[in-house]
């Protein structure tokens, strides 16, 4: 599988597979030329400073890119070295073009329509699924790192988010027991997804949850 991986695309020089670009499926010339937008941006997300009019891309950019490179292998006929050089041809024209942030911001809607079109939208997760979603989180950093700052952050995050789902819940009139039930659940269910085969917790908008825990007006944690 192909994946979304900017910094090699753009290292890659064209070999004589990009002769072969005009040949494609006009559909799938266009979705390569997406792929081509989304690793450009999905890189400058990942040092927080995307450009506006893009969603997140690190998850469905990645399988945008990932299915639109397999199309072009089996409906026209390419290679995966092939169907890379194209992808990466693109990256090239679109960062030399006579305004780079124009052109890609011209692809922003029609790209983002396709994206919409193929790959489900990312699930907004509540405050109990990011509290167990950054405990998982958490103990994934912590078991390969130990007590790190990362996983320091995330085990405060986490902490915070329990504590104002349980806080909440308790307004309701659950009890303390009933409160700390469905926080329990809500770690379960989060961990049979993570090993699931659906997307896991990659079909969760994660950004959501460091907004979740943002400190709250007037008060300290």
Known sequence: MLHLAA???LLMQPGPAFAQAAT???????DLRCAAAFAIVALEQSDGQGPSGWPPLAQRGKRFFADAGER??????RSREQVRDIIATEVRALQAAPDPDGALAALAKPCTARL???VSPL?????????A?????????????????PARDLKTLASVLASREREALIAMGKSGDEAD??????REAIRAEAADEQGGVDKYEIAHCYELAKPQEKSHY
């Open 24 to 30: 494609l499926p006009a559909q799938t010339s266009e």
């Open 7 to 9: 910094p090699l695309l």
């Open 72 to 77: 072009a292998m089996k409906e026209g006929g």
């Open 181 to 186: 039930r469905v926080l329990s659940d809500a």
């Open 123 to 131: 699930v907004t997760p509540d405050l109990k699924q990011c509290a």
């Open 116 to 118: 919409d079109a193929t």
């Open 133 to 149: 979603i950054l405990e998982l989180a958490y103990e994934e950093v912590h078991a390969r790192e130990g007590m790190s700052g």
